[in-house]
């Protein structure tokens, strides 16, 4: 079992950056492949981007590619989601995951578990 909780979210301005973060409980956290993914109001959940473990392959949606950046720290248990250039259409509430696949799990069905998720609003 594997607890994860987000935190980092909250309202922004178009332009401006946030640091979402997501600790999880467990010792095995190194064995697990990251997700971040994102739900927008009426809109289904969407990936946003992934990280394996050792070596910390990366995979992003095309919609924040250079813009957000994932990374992990199997020290403390966390992943981390750096989102820059924000933009309206980033308002959403994200969701970490975790998943034993491996590389490329870009897709919401690989994951067995979640956050409750973050809320992020970009203001114009």
């Known amino acids: 079992q594997v607890v994860l909780v987000e935190s980092g979210g909250g309202l922004v301005q178009a332009g401006g950056s946030l640091r979402l973060s997501c600790a999880a409980s467990?010792?095995?956290?190194?064995?697990?492949?990251m997700g971040w993914f994102r739900q927008a109001p009426g809109k289904e959940r969407e990936f946003v981007a992934t990280?394996?473990?050792?070596?910390?392959?990366?995979l992003y949606s095309d919609s924040v590619k250079g813009r957000f950046t994932i990374s992990r720290d199997n020290a403390k248990n966390t992943v981390y989601l750096q989102l820059n250039s924000l933009k309206p259409e980033d308002t959403a509430v994200y969701y970490c995951a975790a998943t034993r696949w491996g590389s490329g799990a870009s897709v919401a069905g690989l994951y067995d578990y979640w956050g409750q998720g973050t809320q992020v609003t970009v203001s114009s």
């Open positions: 467990g010792r095995t956290f190194s064995t697990y492949t």
């Open positions: 990280i394996t473990s050792r070596p910390d392959n990366t």
